[in-house]
């Protein structure tokens, strides 16, 4: 290694040929080529490497995949290093390089013992800010990870609570209808009605069914009292509880005198009721096969947006994570926002990873929604442009300022207290489109109107084949 190679990177400033000689000396210049990987994520930290030439990936595993979070791509770049100031300390990510190059590896312990030497009390300010943020790291991600789990169970549960709630409210009200309709049916065998005389209930209750038409409020409440002052000038108790069923199943009064000529005497109040339970028996399945469908579309939904079942990268159609993402945030549309869809029917599929870009659009959309404040209209938008896909969420808002467009991708800027949001900012948004997807995202924000530009390849951009050593 020659001295005049380190003193040409700015990492050194300051450091004299003699003490750059005395690091030189006890390290080795590696030379890479694309692919080979230097060192790994979770393994002791044992040398410090310092980059030469070249670009060198640095990728975490987060969850199924690997994911590049940084680059190492500015000769002076360094990573690793870390048992040089702490016998516990490891690889925070694998590098992994990129391009040919070369990068200097230098052991921890020579490390350690030329900053002892020179800059004493910069080792001890790197082993007190590597113990801190290492601490402030793993406490953070646990925070994160509780606060994503319960914005997701809270919202599942929001969503979930109706169906199932009508669900259970079905099931009460069907129990006591079952029970109604069979004691009408002893009461009508107690009554010995004929076979004909029943077939004829029957076939009047069919004919009621078919016949039904769907009335306003105002005229069922009508009818229903027109009916319950028939059922009680004929002597039917229960007449408030029969005459809501046959209403809202579209008798009239000439189709109760129908039933009265085909049960007469005794018979025609458990007839009438026995009409009516079976009719609220049907209404009460009808509206809990609707909430447990409500509640399987939610349950896909969620599988959907988690792709927990499903392999990370895979072709895609980007209206399928932007619906289940909308159903994942319906807790959180007001009654005052009216989402529009606007989907081109001929957006071909894209091979991208589906959990990560529901994030994204998780991101876009919770903004979105908050700009508004409870009011005004959420476009959303895809259409194909060439190789490209184009996804747009377009808030009527006030816009943003000048200087908070210019700022809304830096890293760890945001204009939301503490708390609010989704806890992941469009720097990482940015970060998924771009570098995980070889896409682009922008901004067009003006006053009354701010959209969210995405365009995503329909084919991810080739990467260099990797392969461990």
């Not at 040929?17 to 393994?43: H, K, N, Y």
């Not at 793993?138 to 199932?164: D, F, K, M, V």
């Not at 027109?226 to 209403?247: K, V, Y």
């Not at 009409?275 to 447990?292: D, F, M, N, P, Y």
Request: charged share 25%; aromatic share 6%.
């Amino acid at each position: 290694m020659r001295i005049k190679d380190l003193r040409s990177l700015a990492l050194f400033d300051g450091v004299t040929d003699e003490q750059l000689a005395g690091l030189a000396e006890g390290s080795t210049e590696i030379r890479v080529q694309p692919g080979l990987e230097l060192f790994r994520e979770g393994e002791h930290a044992d040398f410090w490497w310092v980059l030469l030439e070249g670009v060198i990936n640095l990728v975490r595993h987060i969850g199924p995949e690997e994911t590049v979070v940084a680059k190492m791509d500015v000769p002076g770049r360094w990573a690793g290093g870390f048992r040089a100031w702490d016998e516990q300390g490891v690889y925070l990510a694998t590098g992994r390089a990129a391009t040919a190059g070369r990068v200097l590896r230098v052991p921890a312990e020579v490390l350690r013992e030329w900053v002892n030497a020179w800059l004493p009390l910069g080792g001890r300010l790197i082993e007190g800010l590597y113990r801190t943020a290492r601490s402030i790291e793993a406490t953070a991600r646990q925070r994160e990870s509780l606060a994503a789990l319960g914005t997701l169970a809270a919202g599942l549960a929001h969503e979930i609570n109706n169906p199932a709630a009508a669900a259970a409210r079905a099931v009460d009200a069907l129990e006591d209808a079952c029970q109604t309709l069979l004691v009408s049916l002893s009461q009508l065998a107690s009554h010995q009605i004929s076979a004909q005389q029943f077939t004829a209930l029957d076939l009047l209750r069919r004919e009621v069914i078919a016949d039904a038409a769907a009335l306003d409020a105002l005229a069922l409440a009508d009818q229903e009292e027109t009916l319950a002052f028939w059922l009680a000038g004929h002597d039917i108790a229960r007449e408030w509880t029969i005459a809501p069923a046959l209403a809202a199943a579209g008798a009239d009064l000439a189709w109760c005198e129908r039933v009265a000529m085909a049960l007469e005497g005794p018979a025609l109040g458990p007839g009438l009721e026995w009409v009516a339970s079976t009719l609220s028996v049907a209404t009460l399945v009808s509206e809990i096969k609707e909430s447990s469908r409500r509640i399987s579309a939610l349950v896909a939904a969620v599988k959907s947006y988690s792709q927990m079942d499903r392999a990370s990268m895979q072709r895609i159609d980007v209206t399928d994570g932007l619906e289940s993402t909308i159903v994942m945030l319906a807790h959180k549309i007001p009654a005052g926002v009216t989402v529009l869809r606007d989907y081109d029917t001929g957006v071909p599929p894209i091979e991208a990873h589906a959990g990560e870009l529901n994030q994204v659009w998780t991101n876009l959309i919770d903004n979105a929604l908050d700009a508004m404040g409870g009011a005004g209209t959420l476009r959303l938008t895809t259409r194909a442009e060439q190789n490209d896909v184009v996804i747009e969420v377009v808030d009527t808002g006030p816009g943003m300022p000048p200087d908070v467009t210019a700022r809304a991708f830096e890293a760890f800027y945001t204009t939301k207290d503490v708390g609010k949001g989704t806890g992941l900012g469009l720097d990482i948004a940015r970060r998924i489109v771009v570098e995980r997807h070889g896409g682009t995202i922008a901004i067009d924000s003006r006053p009354g109107e701010t959209m969210l530009r995405v365009r995503i390849p329909v084919q991810p951009p080739k990467r260099p084949r990797q392969t461990a050593t």
